[in-house]
């Protein structure tokens, strides 16, 4: 499985980006992705994961009520609509498969991450 991330790049507070994660390859994923972010100097964090089978989806509470997590299963992509931004969420963002889980532990796959800038 191949995970490519796109969509990263500068955004004022309170603006609004929406990422993408495109799985390839010969293995499919059966479960689902999730995105995680790692700010310099800090973990890798989980931040939404969402189901391919049924679009069940999990988000880490500091993005509740902000970022959308969907799935394009005919063009097997992940989307991440991030709103409302805020200076903290400025980090490198990474989707990684198979799992709906939220902990970098249960993913073998990883993209290559794409960095959000959040100014003021």
């Known amino acids: 499985v191949q995970l490519q991330a796109s969509g990263g790049g500068l955004a004022q507070t309170g603006g609004s980006l929406r990422l993408s994660c495109l799985a390839s390859g010969s293995a499919p994923t059966k479960y689902g992705v999730g995105w995680f972010r790692q700010a310099p100097g800090k973990e890798r964090e989980f931040v939404a994961a969402?189901?391919?089978?049924?679009?069940?989806?999990r988000y880490e509470d500091s993005v509740k009520g902000r970022f959308t997590i969907s799935r394009d299963n005919a063009k097997n992509t992940v989307y991440l609509q991030m709103n409302s931004l805020k200076l903290e969420d400025t980090a490198v963002y990474y989707c990684?498969?198979?799992?709906?889980?939220?902990?970098?532990?249960?993913?073998?796959?990883w993209g290559q991450g794409t960095l959000v800038t959040v100014s003021s």
């Open positions: 969402i189901s391919w089978s049924d679009g069940n989806t």
């Open positions: 990684a498969a198979d799992s709906v889980l939220p902990a970098v532990l249960f993913y073998d796959y």
